[in-house]
């Protein structure tokens, strides 16, 4: 019989008593404190599986400020309709939350046919998107968990995860405990210790750019449209709408340039954008503090580990990251979750959930997506990045040839809302 066993190094300071050591067997063992992780642990106890949830800040209080949070994220309506079925959509204090009607994306010659328009009236639907706070998401996500009765949140970190072929993993807390579970669903950031245990190799690219993000409050309306602008610099620009008045900035640039941004006063800020920024929404007062994180592309090799007897999955920034230009990071995470919760509701009576079929079943159907949408999102920013005269007129003309194609701005369109429109 082969042991396989992992020390994760994520050790507590002092080791508890083996005599106050647990031994508790659950179907799912969701590892990962996020939005992702919180969604997937909701998700299998309200198919009835007894889930346990891990994390070391699990009952931390999220508290919603009476300003908007750093962490804003625009949601599809695939989005939607994942936290619509897990009964969290209008659990949403939909005061803080902006629909999206338009969206207008600039090229860097600052000529007007160079740009590129998304409507929802144009695409047959009330709306494109939504931009909300990840606090709000998470503290309601929070909420809905406590009162799960198939579910049990564990506040620890990981110390070791154990292996057998044919026998369930154990999972080894930082509090003492054991846990024995058919299936481990990895949840765990970018960084995944859980996708390292199992070997699970990554292709991985730095941008070498750092992603600045902030709240401004407007002088003119944004008129529940989101903006882009592709800067001569190599920049990307996005104003996301907010409620009352507010926008959240996300700028894309070189890490020198994020920490030159990071340490201006309220009043330099303004000064950051230029004239077509100040057309749209007037002047824009600071209403947080900036924050910045580093950006590079990620994927992993496989979603389902170890390979010789599969008990792990992986789920949002454990399987992908990307760059923000597309706003889809979270959506493409949630779709994950979406994805697992469809199998394991539809999969025959006979199986397990630790199933090597219905765990390939994920797999493939995750492949397509993550690998399309990565593709283009990395292609896109080095279309944008391009410096040469050539290249610059090719992008700018390509806008306005896209932008009267109805066409391929359907296409387009489906593909950053996450499904199919119809009609």
């Given at each position: 019989?082969?042991?396989?066993?992992?020390?994760?190094?994520?050790?507590?300071?002092?080791?508890?008593n083996?005599?106050?050591?647990?031994?508790?067997?659950?179907?799912f063992?969701?590892v990962?404190?996020g939005?992702?992780?919180?969604?997937?642990?909701?998700?299998?106890?309200q198919?009835?599986?007894?889930?346990?949830?891990?994390?070391?800040?699990?009952?931390?209080?999220?508290?919603l400020?009476?300003?908007?949070?750093?962490?804003?994220?625009?949601?599809?309506?695939?989005?939607?309709?994942?936290?619509?079925?897990?009964?969290?959509?209008?659990?949403?204090?939909?005061?803080?939350?902006?629909?999206v009607?338009?969206?207008?994306?600039?090229?860097?010659?600052?000529?007007?046919?160079?740009?590129?328009?998304?409507?929802?009236?144009?695409?047959?639907?009330?709306?494109?998107?939504?931009?909300?706070?990840?606090d709000?998401?998470?503290?309601?996500?929070?909420?809905?968990?406590?009162?799960?009765?198939?579910?049990?949140?564990?506040?620890?970190?990981?110390?070791?995860?154990?292996?057998?072929?044919?026998?369930?993993?154990?999972?080894?807390l930082?509090?003492?405990?054991?846990?024995?579970?058919?299936?481990?669903?990895?949840?765990?950031?970018?960084?995944?210790?859980?996708?390292?245990?199992?070997?699970i190799?990554?292709?991985?690219h730095?941008?070498?750019?750092?992603?600045?993000?902030?709240?401004?409050?407007?002088?003119?309306?944004?008129?529940?449209?989101a903006?882009?602008?592709f800067?001569?610099?190599?920049?990307?620009?996005?104003?996301?709408p907010?409620?009352?008045?507010?926008?959240?900035?996300?700028?894309?640039?070189?890490?020198?340039?994020?920490?030159?941004?990071?340490?201006?006063?309220?009043?330099?800020?303004?000064?950051?954008?230029?004239?077509?920024?100040?057309?749209?929404?007037?002047?824009?007062?600071?209403?947080?503090?900036?924050?910045?994180?580093?950006?590079?592309?990620?994927?992993?090799?496989?979603?389902?580990?170890?390979?010789?007897?599969?008990?792990l999955?992986l789920v949002?920034?454990?399987?992908?990251?990307?760059?923000?230009?597309?706003?889809?990071?979270?959506?493409?995470?949630l779709?994950?979750?979406?994805?697992?919760?469809?199998?394991?509701?539809?999969k025959?009576?006979y199986?397990?959930?630790?199933?090597?079929?219905?765990?390939?079943?994920?797999?493939?159907?995750?492949?397509?997506?993550?690998?399309?949408?990565l593709?283009?999102?990395?292609?896109?920013?080095?279309?944008?990045?391009?410096?040469?005269?050539?290249?610059?007129?090719?992008r700018?003309?390509?806008?306005?040839v896209?932008?009267?194609?109805h066409?391929?701005?359907?296409?387009?369109?489906?593909?950053?809302?996450?499904?199919?429109?119809?009609?």
């Amino acid at each position: 019989m082969r042991l396989i066993r992992y020390h994760l190094g994520m050790r507590s300071q002092t080791r508890p008593n083996p005599s106050q050591q647990t031994n508790t067997q659950y179907d799912f063992a969701v590892v990962g404190g996020g939005i992702v992780g919180k969604a997937s642990a909701l998700a299998m106890a309200q198919l009835g599986y007894s889930v346990v949830h891990i994390a070391p800040d699990l009952h931390q209080t999220i508290a919603l400020r009476p300003s908007f949070g750093q962490r804003i994220y625009a949601l599809s309506p695939s989005t939607k309709h994942l936290l619509s079925e897990l009964n969290i959509w209008d659990g949403l204090d939909h005061t803080r939350i902006q629909p999206v009607r338009d969206m207008r994306i600039y090229g860097d010659r600052g000529q007007q046919n160079d740009q590129l328009h998304f409507s929802a009236f144009e695409a047959g639907r009330p709306e494109l998107a939504w931009i909300a706070e990840s606090d709000l998401i998470e503290s309601t996500l929070t909420q809905a968990i406590r009162f799960s009765k198939h579910l049990q949140s564990i506040e620890a970190s990981v110390d070791e995860v154990r292996f057998e072929p044919n026998t369930s993993p154990m999972l080894s807390l930082s509090n003492g405990q054991t846990i024995q579970t058919k299936l481990i669903i990895a949840a765990d950031g970018a960084n995944s210790p859980l996708r390292q245990s199992v070997g699970i190799e990554i292709d991985q690219h730095s941008y070498e750019q750092h992603a600045v993000v902030a709240n401004f409050a407007c002088t003119i309306a944004h008129r529940e449209t989101a903006y882009q602008w592709f800067l001569a610099n190599g920049d990307i620009l996005a104003m996301l709408p907010l409620p009352q008045q507010h926008v959240s900035m996300v700028r894309s640039t070189q890490n020198e340039h994020a920490n030159h941004l990071l340490q201006l006063n309220n009043k330099a800020w303004s000064n950051q954008f230029g004239a077509e920024v100040h057309d749209q929404l007037g002047e824009l007062q600071l209403q947080s503090t900036p924050a910045s994180f580093p950006l590079r592309r990620m994927k992993a090799h496989r979603l389902i580990g170890p390979d010789y007897d599969p008990k792990l999955i992986l789920v949002g920034d454990s399987a992908h990251v990307m760059h923000p230009l597309a706003g889809q990071g979270l959506n493409l995470g949630l779709r994950d979750v979406g994805s697992l919760l469809q199998i394991m509701r539809h999969k025959e009576s006979y199986r397990s959930v630790d199933d090597r079929v219905l765990l390939r079943r994920y797999e493939r159907e995750r492949e397509g997506d993550t690998t399309s949408l990565l593709w283009l999102t990395d292609r896109l920013k080095k279309l944008f990045s391009a410096q040469s005269p050539v290249e610059k007129g090719l992008r700018n003309w390509g806008l306005g040839v896209v932008n009267r194609s109805h066409m391929i701005k359907r296409q387009l369109i489906e593909r950053a809302l996450g499904e199919q429109l119809h009609g």
